[in-house]
């Protein structure tokens, strides 16, 4: 679903003619996407009831903070991509997971499973 939000922004940014702010959305959409699977990959390796493995935590560690964040501070820094159309972009998968969530909990079985007979 976060993915249809962001396609939606880009569509309407490019309509008005801003390519430059339909990019920074399709990057700051994909970034979002990738630091909350890297972020839940590294929250489910400390949280491991199994033996930690300590390698696993220090590479996704590495990976996420510094070559991660390092590559948006590049990106942004450079003008690659508009600011704008980032920020637009990066919240996507947050909202596309909360509309899904609420849908599901009012539409969906969520609902059912909770009210009381």
């Known amino acids: 679903m976060s993915v249809g ?3 939606c922004g880009c569509a309407y ?6 390519s430059s702010i339909a990019t920074g ?10 630091n ?3 972020l839940a990959r590294f929250v489910m390796a400390i949280a491991n ?3 930690k493995d300590p390698l696993e935590i220090a590479v996704t560690f590495l990976v996420k903070f510094p070559i ?8 942004l820094w450079r ?3 508009d600011p704008v159309g980032f920020l637009i972009g990066f919240p996507m998968i947050l909202v596309g997971a909360l509309v899904a969530a609420i849908f599901h909990y009012y539409i969906g079985e969520g609902r ?3 009210e009381k007979h």
């Open 13 to 18: 940014a490019f309509c008005l003619h801003a």
């Open 68 to 75: 991660v964040f390092g590559l948006l501070i590049l990106v």
């Open 49 to 51: 009831t199994d033996p």
């Open 79 to 81: 003008h690659w991509v």
């Open 112 to 114: 059912r499973v909770t």
């Open 5 to 7: 939000l962001a396609v």
């Open 36 to 38: 909350t699977m890297l």
């Open 25 to 34: 959305i399709l990057f700051g959409g994909a970034f979002g996407i990738v």
